[in-house]
């Protein structure tokens, strides 16, 4: 079942400018991950981060994670076209199969 | 990085077919896969754990003789949709995690999902 809520649902931006998306979750994690899927296509793993971190950066992109507000951040800088997507923060459970639960999902529109 | 391979990509049936979709991990042993269904502009819902030499563990609400899953190596899982009708028209996408050995914190890799139209 899904767990998490993004916000915003639908973000549009123009290429230069930064991008931030938020994903709330409800129960204890073991980590939070956030993948990208162009429309039509799997997803992409962006960035892992795990319940005892606070912050990560990956190139232009940096998450956060505050366990105490189950809340995470992806900011995307210096968007490019190519950003376009759709991004979703997962959250891993706790328990042997790591099962993966999605956020409702924020689709970017980057424009040139 | 790890590669999952899915296949087909997109299928056109008519009702009452049933229909295989194959998921491979191509460079990693995968003791476990995911099995999940999108809905357009909706996110992804996991239907069921795949687990090798084992049976699947179905999430609630899926039928287990609807969605039928084998999980015979450690690179193959198949998901058969079995006399599948119009509802059962979506995206499906399978994923993999290598095993999680001495780190818990691994992402899943995904394959490039199956679009399932039926007639």
């Known amino acids: 079942s899904q767990q998490g809520e993004e916000d915003p649902q639908a973000l549009s931006i123009q290429e230069g400018e930064n991008a931030t998306m938020n994903c709330s979750y409800k129960?204890?994690?073991?980590?939070l991950q956030w993948y990208r899927q162009n429309s039509g296509r799997g997803l992409v793993h962006l960035i892992l981060i795990r319940s005892n971190e606070r912050e990560k950066h990956s190139g232009r992109l940096r998450v956060t994670l505050d366990t105490s507000k189950k809340s995470s951040s992806l900011l995307i800088t210096a968007s490019r076209a190519a950003d376009t997507a759709s991004y979703f923060c997962?959250?891993?459970?706790?328990?042997?199969?790591?099962?993966?639960?999605f956020g409702s999902g924020t689709q970017l529109t980057v424009l040139p | 990085g790890a590669v999952v391979s899915q296949h087909p990509s997109w299928v056109i049936c008519k009702s009452g077919t049933s229909v295989k979709i194959e998921c491979r991990s191509l460079?990693?042993?995968?003791?476990?896969m995911f099995w999940y269904r999108q809905f357009p502009k909706q996110s992804l819902m996991l239907m069921a754990t795949s687990n090798e030499g084992s049976k699947a563990t179905y999430e609630q609400g899926v039928e287990k003789d609807k969605f039928l899953i084998n999980h015979a190596s450690l690179t193959l899982s198949t998901l058969t949709v079995t006399s599948a009708h119009p509802e059962d028209s979506s995206f499906y996408i399978c994923s993999a995690r290598e095993p999680i050995g001495t780190n818990s914190n691994q992402p899943q890799h995904f394959g490039d999902g199956t679009r399932l139209s039926i007639l």
């Open positions: 997962a959250t891993a459970s706790l328990g042997l199969s790591r099962q993966l639960t």
């Open positions: 129960t204890s994690i073991n980590n």
């Open positions: 460079d990693f042993q995968a003791t476990t």
